[in-house]
């Protein structure tokens, strides 16, 4: 019988970490650290891998790979996007190895497909041909007009990403909300690797002013542009392409838009610009904020603000997957499990499961 092992994801937002043990092969999915700062998997009752394949290069699903020397030191797979986006990689050039955006692999006696997530660039899922199929979506998003998402095969197991719980909000009524709180400037700090390039997009879209880039997100946008980012729709290389050559401003104005890294404003041009223009210029972040943050802070004291902008699927989205794959039991990751309500409902006759260890069925 075909195993998968939850190590770190089951019940609250935390690093992904899960073990697949198919055909003799032990595969470790994701290890990853935070959002919430210093968390990490407990690897040690792990053991040897074979193989560790990375979905994507967000620090929740990659910042642990240091712990490599406790697994092993197998060989690391990801796709060519995603080892371009992981920073401060610690996994020498010869244990990386490569996964396709979109096709088959044999890994270790695995069958393993992957496809677009429409998270981030390089982004998959990952579904493995066990029982009745075992999908792990990492986290994934239909709601992303730069990232596509591909229908992954039937699989009758799913880890699903259940970020946002029984949420069911649309990006085009959340990109409406920014657009209504923006005024004279506003500095809008988004991670790196993420949502920069497409916020400047609708924005501009909605008739906004054109936002400075910090050098990240502009390198993020000019590697679309240039067709050097395989995970973004060609529509959305063509649009970007489009803006900016239309140019945009050089620097940073506290009376115009700056998007800007990192997301908490902890680094880069947004911790820069925190120091200097917080309580002058509007701050508004759109995503997980961690508690332990100076952002967080500025928050809850009422002197930035913050609307949601979605990189997750809605619960509307994860019910839709679900039975598009045929699941038939599934496991919802990276949320808070007293919160669920609704989506256990939707996903019924299938089972949500929370425990750690599972038989792929
Ligand atoms: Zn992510």
Known sequence: MSRLTIVSGLGGKLPACFLVEAGGARILLDVGEGPEP?????????????AIFVSHAHEDHAAA?????DLGNPPVYATKG????????????????LLPLRGNAEIFGASVTTGRCGHAPGGIWLHFAVGGG??????????????????????ATVVLDASYGDRDDALDDQVAALGRMLGDGAVLPIPIGGRGPEM??????L?????????????????????????????????IAALLRSGLPEKPDPKGITICGDSNAEGGLAAELFARWLGSTPFIFTGHVPKKTPAHGAIAEGRARWQRWNTHPRR??????????????????????????????????????RAYDIDLI
């Open 200 to 205: 400047a997009l609708r924005l501009v879209e």
């Open 38 to 50: 210093g968390v990490r998997p407990n690897i040690e009752p792990v053991g040897k891998v074979d």
């Open 82 to 97: 995603t080892w371009a986006n992981i920073k401060n990689c610690p996994v020498p050039e010869d244990r990386r190895r």
């Open 65 to 69: 790979l240091d712990l490599a020397p």
């Open 134 to 155: 075992f999908l792990y979506t990492g986290d994934w998003s239909a709601e992303s007009k730069v990232y596509p998402f591909d229908m992954p095969p039937q699989s």
């Open 316 to 353: 509307s989205d994860n019910v839709r997957l679900a039975r598009a794959v045929g699941a038939r039991q599934v496991i919802p990751a990276f949320t808070d499990l007293a919160g669920l309500v609704e989506l256990p409902h939707e996903l019924a006759p299938a089972p949500m499961l």
């Open 207 to 239: 008739g906004h002013v054109k936002p400075h880039l910090c050098p990240e997100v502009r390198r993020q946008a000019e590697t679309i542009a240039s067709g050097g980012d395989d995970a973004a729709s060609p529509q959305a290389q063509a649009a």
